[in-house]
């Protein structure tokens, strides 16, 4: 629909705000908490930097302390951030600079995350939704985001690769055990930033198509009229 496609890439740069124009953009709409992976996210973003990549972090915080490390980690890895928030309908207003020297930045947290009615629209300026979470039953970000043509990298657990075909509608990735039991975000890191490479080193034709394969999956398996 034409309504879509004006819509399609708008939210990548917002005037005196951010900008991720040009960038591969990877979003993360979970709640913020040990456990979902931010972290780990942003370990995997330091090694991807080269390769024009950004990451958009958007939940309410449940963990003040959790919230300010992804913080501190990207001011002491030399990850540019900024900190915003939903104004309206139509844009995002800034909370913080960050470490920011201008709006061309690495990381955006988008705190107090995004309504129903924004998340749709902001989805269309996505290139990639990443959930590398440690523990998860199902997830409905994952489906959502598939739903809007959004392919998603994710770790293999739980009801994860019941809603993602691994190499044809999104990635998934190992647990990161230490010991076959530990939780260990060096791993973690590691198996997401691998996933990831993936991803990266498609063509935007190539990512749109997978979206596309993914938003079919989804429709067909895990839409709640079949």
């Known amino acids: 629909p034409e309504a879509v496609e004006n819509s399609r890439g708008k939210f990548r740069e917002v005037e005196n705000v951010y900008d991720l124009a040009g960038k591969i953009v990877i979003f993360a709409p979970h709640a913020i908490v040990g456990g979902k992976g ?71 947290f988008v705190e107090g995350g995004m309504d129903i009615k924004m998340l749709p629209t902001f989805y269309l300026s996505v290139d990639i939704m990443a959930l590398p979470t440690y523990s998860e039953a199902f997830s409905l970000s994952l489906c959502e985001a598939q739903i809007m043509g959004v392919p998603v990298v994710a770790t293999r657990i739980g009801g994860m690769p019941d809603a993602i075909v691994d190499g044809e509608t999104g990635v998934l990735f190992e647990l990161g055990l230490r010991d076959g039991y530990w939780w260990d975000s060096q791993m973690q890191a590691q198996n997401l930033q691998d996933a990831l490479a993936k991803f990266i080193e498609m063509t935007s034709g190539q990512r749109i198509e997978m979206g596309k394969r993914a938003r079919r999956f989804i429709v067909d398996n895990h839409h709640p009229v079949n």
């Open 38 to 108: 931010h972290l780990e996210l942003l370990m995997a973003l330091k090694q991807l930097r080269s390769k024009n990549v950004a990451v958009v972090i958007s939940s309410g915080v449940n963990d003040t302390t959790y919230y300010n490390s992804l913080k501190e980690y990207c001011q002491d890895n030399g990850l540019t951030y900024r900190v915003v928030r939903q104004q309206g309908l139509g844009t995002f207003s800034l909370v913080d600079i960050g470490n920011s020297y201008d709006s061309r930045v690495d990381v955006v």
